[in-house]
């Protein structure tokens, strides 16, 4: 090919110069009969403001006299060329150029390939002949190519004519070896990835022994590497049998090695997990025998991007489209022959399957469909007061029927139709965010105490997980068993009506005040309503403030007459969760310096203890990969850590508030549109059938166009990305390091993967 490849070059050259020529014999015949004329004033303006230069006359006779220099230069040149000729000469020539029309061949200067270029014809005219030397020089100096012109017409007339007869017979020559050529390449592109196959095959493999340390005296090889334990005899049998096939008389001997450096991780996985463990190892690759955050990605993940894209209608369109994409398994592989985003999508398909699933479930219980509500079950245990049936003080109030059954499964759908819906689904879903939050947060902190176990660093167990798990549930945790609370509780009974209390406000008392009476308690409510019945209780302001005489004693005929009777006055508090609450607080205060202090002393304490054990060579060995230790640099770390987790658990918890935030934003979206464009548009009744035909049938398409663009793309996107924030952050960050090495084996199917991606 090197060789077919350097004649065919050899070729183009040849009939480049023949063109050349060609065009220096018809632009140079105009130029030079200029100069060759009876009378001629050869003057031309200098360059740079030089005085103007006057040749003498030449007549027919002396017109030999007159010699010329021909050629074509690259465009880029020519402007050199002239300045350094009118300087070597000192004015004496005339340098006249022409563009010419068709790019030529040259030779890259970098590369040596032949390229297409722009050139310039030139022809330099001089008087005499003792320059011609002096001026073919500069111009090969400036790469140019001469070309001679005969001064003669019969001559040049010659030239011509042989000139012509020549480009025909190169072009014909030329086709031939094209084809040729062509002939070539297409036999060698049938063995074209076999060869590339077996290059890159060699490749690793000297590749690999040049990773390999060799005995001089056992004229041996010794390489040492990772395999995984359940691979490991498949690796001896692998060796046996190339032994046994090569004939060589020598066996490879394996021997396990005890290693203090960290192995690599290797994660097997499927083609349902591999998409979800792809997610993991962008953020970072799990250390060796931690926990890996992929295992839980194939839920949680879904699970959140449900959350915020819940609409059962939009959730069934993105699983239907996942489950398209997994049907084209057969027909397409790998994906490695299709364009970028339609490879991302396919390498997704069952990120996408499990994302409509959850989205579908999440919009079921919310009990929406492109925005409309849906009454699957039939029936609501709440009536609107326009019902003869049902008595209420105000005709816009819906009426709680206790005789109905509650909703079976989701939301009731009559909220949909409520002057609060927007107040009561913000609650709704904010307290959801909130739960689902603390919950996943929670089991990531659980994992740490798996990977401590896992790496025998009990120290972490009793003064990292420990105190972690108490700051974190004592007040977020207290957070969520309220939210529950106040959930699972009738603030409305007839028999016995409490206020409900503010969550927001609770938590707030319970940081500000944590020693001041709870007036809207959750639980353990103490209810009076009589003066005598709350003495015992005089030492609360609210009990105090109602009941001051009874409290101090007075006995008199003026206190009798201000002192409320009983049943005028009724409050509640509740000195247990007063008691929970600043238990709670004190331990989230106490667990922070347990955090801090405790493990950097250890370390320490550790580190002695080994050194006066281990060996000079152990030393070196451990060292080499985990270096000299340091009491400031371990205690700055934990002290970075103590005020993330800290200042995180607070900022994390918040973070998750964007499940509300992207599932408000979707509802209210789809809403919009199906109001505005369906609703407000498409199905106002009209007079006239055709017409309203027409509208019904634009407004449905503006409205599925402006739908699929806006909520299935943007808000799909909107929704995957801050899905996958909280799982790199909000969750991995309580457990997952992510600084491991990716298991990358000596395997040719990689090579022959890659080669068949190319």
């Given at each position: 090919m090197r060789d077919l490849k350097s004649q065919q070059d050899i070729l183009d050259k040849n009939h480049n110069s023949l063109i050349e020529q060609k065009i220096v014999l018809e632009k140079g015949a105009s130029i030079y009969a200029k100069s060759s004329s009876t009378s001629v004033d050869l003057t031309k303006e200098r360059s740079?403001?030089?005085?103007?230069?006057?040749?003498?006359?030449?007549?027919?006779?002396?017109?030999?006299?007159?010699?010329?220099?021909?050629?074509?230069i690259k465009a880029e040149s020519v402007t050199s060329l002239e300045r350094v000729v009118y300087r070597a000469t000192r004015g004496n020539a005339i340098f006249e150029m022409e563009d010419i029309e068709e790019q030529l061949l040259d030779t890259d200067a970098k590369a040596g390939d032949l390229e297409k270029v722009d050139k310039v014809f030139f022809m330099v005219l001089f008087a005499g002949e003792v320059m011609r030397d002096k001026i073919s020089?500069?111009?090969?100096?400036?790469?140019?190519?001469?070309?001679?012109?005969?001064?003669?017409?019969?001559?040049?007339?010659?030239?011509?004519?042989?000139?012509?007869?020549?480009?025909?017979?190169?072009?014909?020559?030329?086709?031939?070896?094209?084809?040729?050529?062509?002939?070539?390449?297409?036999?060698?592109?049938?063995?074209l990835q076999t060869w590339k196959y077996i290059v890159g095959k060699e490749k690793m493999v000297y590749d690999a022994l040049n990773m390999c340390e060799f005995d001089i005296k056992r004229h041996v090889f010794i390489a040492e590497g990772w395999v995984p334990c359940i691979q490991y005899e498949d690796l001896v049998l692998t060796l046996k049998q190339a032994a046994d096939e090569s004939g060589l008389d020598t066996r490879p001997i394996i021997n396990k090695l005890d290693s203090r450096l960290t192995p690599p991780t290797h994660i097997p996985v499927t083609k349902f997990t591999s998409g979800f463990q792809a997610l993991v190892n962008t953020y970072g690759t799990p250390?060796?025998?931690?926990?890996?955050?992929?295992?839980?990605?194939?839920?949680?993940?879904?699970?959140?991007?449900?959350?915020?894209?819940?609409?059962?209608?939009?959730?069934?369109?993105?699983?239907?489209?996942g489950y398209w994409l997994i049907t084209k398994e057969k027909e397409w592989g790998d994906g490695s022959g299709l364009n970028d985003m339609v490879q991302m999508c396919y390498g997704g398909r069952y990120i996408i399957l499990l994302n409509g699933i959850f989205g579908a479930y999440v919009g079921f219980l919310y009990n929406?469909?492109?925005?409309?509500?849906?009454?699957?079950?039939?029936g609501t245990r709440w009536m609107d007061s326009v019902e003869p049936s049902v008595s209420c003080s105000s005709e816009s109030e819906l009426c709680f029927l206790p005789d109905h059954n509650p909703y079976p499964i989701g939301i009731d759908p009559i909220w949909h139709y409520t002057e609060n819906k927007i107040t009561f689904f913000n609650s709704f879903k904010m307290k959801i965010s909130i739960v689902v939050g603390v919950i996943q947060m929670s089991v990531g902190i659980f994992l740490s105490l798996l990977n401590h176990l896992e790496y025998k660093d009990y120290k972490k167990v009793f003064f990292q997980f420990v105190p972690e798990i108490l700051f974190f549930e004592g007040i977020f945790g207290y957070l969520v068993y309220c939210i529950f609370l106040k959930w699972a509780t009738n603030w409305t009974d007839p028999a016995n009506p409490l206020p409900a209390p503010s969550l927001l406000t609770l938590l707030i008392n319970m940081f500000m005040s944590p020693t001041s009476d709870i007036a809207e308690p959750l639980y353990g409510h103490q209810c009076f309503t009589d003066c005598?019945?709350?003495?015992?209780?005089?030492?609360?302001?609210s009990i105090r403030k109602v009941c001051p005489y009874t409290c101090d004693g007075l006995e008199t005929a003026e206190a009798d007459l201000l002192r409320p009777a009983p049943?005028?006055?009724?409050?509640?508090?509740?000195?247990?969760q007063s008691k929970v609450q600043l238990t709670l607080l004190l331990m989230a205060f106490i667990a922070v310096p347990f955090l801090l202090f405790p493990i950097p002393f250890l370390e320490k304490c550790e580190h002695e203890r080994k050194k006066k054990q281990v060996t000079s060579h152990d030393e070196v060995e451990e060292h080499g990969e985990h270096g000299e230790f340091s009491f400031g640099d371990a205690f700055i770390h934990q002290a970075i850590h103590t005020i993330e987790f800290v200042l995180g658990s607070i900022s994390n918890t918040a973070s998750y508030l964007r499940l509300w935030a992207l599932s408000l934003a979707h509802s209210q979206l789809a809403e919009l549109f199906k109001d505005m464009i369906l609703i407000g548009t498409g199905l106002k009744l009209t007079t006239n059938p055709y017409v309203g035909a027409f509208t019904a049938w634009f407004t449905f398409a503006a409205w599925a166009v402006i739908s699929m663009v806006v909520l299935m793309v943007m808000e799909n996107l909107s929704s995957f990305l801050h899905a996958l924030r909280l799982q790199w952050v909000e969750f991995q960050n309580k457990f997952f390091y992510g600084d491991g090495r990716k298991y990358s084996p000596f395997d040719f199917a990689v090579l022959l993967k890659a080669v068949e991606a190319d």
């Open positions: 740079y403001n030089q005085e103007l230069m006057e040749l003498s006359e030449f007549s027919g006779a002396n017109s030999s006299l007159l010699g010329s220099v021909c050629g074509v020089k500069i111009c090969t100096y400036f790469g140019a190519s001469l070309y001679k012109y005969p001064e003669e017409y019969n001559d040049r007339v010659e030239m011509m004519a042989e000139v012509e007869l020549r480009l025909k017979e190169s072009e014909s020559v030329l086709r031939s070896g094209e084809a040729v050529l062509m002939t070539a390449l297409k036999g060698a592109a049938e063995y250390r060796y025998r931690e926990a890996n955050p992929g295992a839980f990605c194939c839920i949680l993940f879904p699970f959140l991007f449900g959350i915020m894209f819940g609409d059962f209608g939009h959730g069934s369109l993105l699983a239907a489209f929406e469909v492109f925005a409309f509500p849906m009454n699957w079950f039939g005598q019945t709350a003495l015992p209780y005089c030492d609360h302001e049943g005028e006055f009724k409050i509640c508090f509740s000195d247990f």
